[in-house]
């Protein structure tokens, strides 16, 4: 029993290369997020899909892309990454409807150098 | 827009002494509010919720909470607490799009 994964957990990167998180859920939820953790800031939501193939911004989209082909699957992708993109990422889950908590990966460490 | 205030950014506690959190949001709408938990190095997971009906809910680990709707808050409580729950603690109150807002966090050290 999986349940939410991310890949890679640390990445180290340099300025301007692109960075693609992966997050893969085996619940078959419809919806899945993307929050980035900055001191300070809480939780800020990235992305978010409500299904596969349907996606929508959050609070701070901008320097990200997601696609949701599948699913199970919730990639983001840094197109040209950014020192203030040091983070650490969280993709999360949930079920269908409103009263669904939302479940967390363990995370990925991203460090943009 | 939703807007949520935790009033305190970090908590120093010796164990059995009691703990509250405060929370503050600004939504007018229907609300369903959640507190979370990470603890050192885990990801987040869910200690409690509020939907409806009766204000004061008991989450895990002996945690509650209570909603008072005109106050817009939603307070976490636990009145003795343990080494353990030293952790970083998050409200989050669920719009009706399924979005949730976090606040800033609390982190709360116990010491033994």
């Known amino acids: 029993d999986a349940g939410i994964t991310q890949s890679p957990r640390y990445k180290i990167t340099e300025t301007g290369r692109q960075v693609t998180l992966m997050c893969h859920q085996t619940?078959?939820?419809?919806?899945m997020f993307w929050y980035r953790q900055d001191l300070g800031h809480g939780l800020r939501l990235i992305y978010y899909s409500a299904a596969a193939d349907i996606t929508d911004k959050g609070e701070v989209p901008d320097g990200y892309v997601v696609s949701r082909s599948k699913t199970e699957n919730f990639p983001l992708t840094l197109e040209s990454a950014t020192r203030s993109q040091t983070s650490v990422y969280f993709c999360a889950s949930s079920g269908q409807g409103a009263y669904n908590e939302q479940f967390f990966g363990p995370g990925t460490r991203l460090t943009v150098l | 827009a939703q807007s949520v205030s935790q009033h305190n950014h970090h908590v120093i506690l010796s164990e059995a002494a009691s703990l509250e959190l405060g929370c503050n949001y600004s939504y007018g709408g229907t609300v369903n509010l959640f507190w979370y938990v990470q603890y050192p190095g885990q990801h987040l997971q869910l200690l409690l919720k509020y939907f409806s009906g009766d204000p004061l809910v008991k989450g895990i680990k002996g945690f509650e909470a209570e909603f008072i709707k005109s106050k817009f808050s939603f307070n976490l409580r636990k009145p003795s607490v343990q080494w353990s729950d030293t952790a970083e603690y998050f409200c989050a109150p669920l719009t009706n799009d399924y979005k949730l807002s976090f606040g800033a966090g609390t982190t709360v050290t116990v010491r033994a």
């Open positions: 619940w078959s939820h419809s919806y």
